[in-house]
């Protein structure tokens, strides 16, 4: 029999050696094994988390950390887990549409911006009202505006210094206000070179009796209506809330400014709306379609949204000399938001691109 340096049979040796070292062997393969599930649990962010599809998206490193910039920028935080991965998700679809769009090289783009992380039905439930019903218009209502050769081939009024900085109307449906106080604003200072910030809590708040439904949604020319009986402050004496309030009846008791009537610009005439915004900036109705609206960022938009009216906007310009034709609309969404809160639409014949040569109305002094 042979032995081997330690005098013991080998076959003996192999025995003792393999139950000394099997052991240890065992206890080092559960230490690395159990080492990644000790990692999971001390991320306080995958504390607890089973479901396939959350770790699926904790796998993709690098839309995480886009999504954690957006937060940051938009200092924005969620309460539960839950609604962290909901609104990752909604990045995540949201982002992927934006790349998508802007490989296509249309004639408008799209960006990460404030709304990045609301699903569509979660972004027209916040920041769209319900389709309006288009009224019947009297032809007596229907001002008439002629072709004008004399009229600029080009023009913003911006730069005459008739439209006020951009205004952010928050989680309330409240643009046909922002829309209404925008164009009488515009209107004051072409007709006496002054002008202030007028009020759209005071149309959210009292308005009710001429039809509209404060954050519930309504129309330029309901808060025209009103401001011909009652006049509008000035913002700075009745601040913006962004929510139904009742109405401050103490605060409105001097109004800053009136108007004498309000007028349509004859519907789905291009012809007649483009010589009008040769006078004054108009309140328009749009279909703001969320596919477009939601992240635009810059350039004509020249794809329809339909004609489903649920947002109110407001023409402060054109530019015929472009090789699209198109007009300049105020939004009030924040200056964040597209072209520093505009929007560049093309202009078209017939009810227009997103329904814009709709519905077209002014206050008149």
Known sequence: MMENSFGIDSKKTFKRYTRFLLPIFGLILIVFSILPI?????????????????????????????????????????????????????????????????????????????????????????????????????????????????????????????????????????????????????????????????????????????????????????????????????DSKYPYLSTNEDCQKKKIKKPYVKISDFNYVSPNDAESLLNAVAQQPISVMVDADPKIWQFYHSGILTEDCGTGLNHAVVIVGYNNTDATPYWIVRNSWGNWWGEEGYIRIANVAGSGICGINMLPTFPIF
């Open 38 to 234: 000790l990692n999971f649990i001390n991320d306080p962010i995958r504390q607890g988390f089973s479901d396939p599809f959350k770790r699926k998206l904790r796998q993709k490193i690098s839309d995480e950390n886009e999504f954690q910039e957006f937060l940051e920028r938009y200092n924005k935080n969620y309460e539960t887990e839950d609604e962290y991965f909901t609104h990752f998700k909604n990045f995540l679809i949201n982002y992927s549409f934006i790349r998508y769009h802007n490989m296509l090289g249309k004639s408008w783009t799209l960006s990460i911006n404030k709304f990045a992380d609301l699903s569509t039905t979660d972004f027209q439930s916040q920041f769209l009202m319900n389709k309006i019903d288009i009224p019947l218009i009297s032809n007596k209502k229907i001002a008439t505006f002629e072709e004008n050769p004399q009229i600029p081939v080009d023009l913003d009024w911006r730069d005459t210094g008739a439209v006020l900085p951009i205004r952010d109307q928050g989680r309330c449906f409240s643009s046909w206000a922002f829309s209404a106080a925008s164009s009488i604003e515009s209107l004051q200072y072409i007709a006496t070179n002054k002008t202030a910030s007028l009020s759209p809590q005071q149309l959210v708040d009292c308005s009710g009796s001429f039809g509209s439904e404060g954050c519930y949604g309504g129309t330029p020319s309901q808060a025209f209506s009103y401001v011909i009986l009652n006049g509008i402050v000035k």
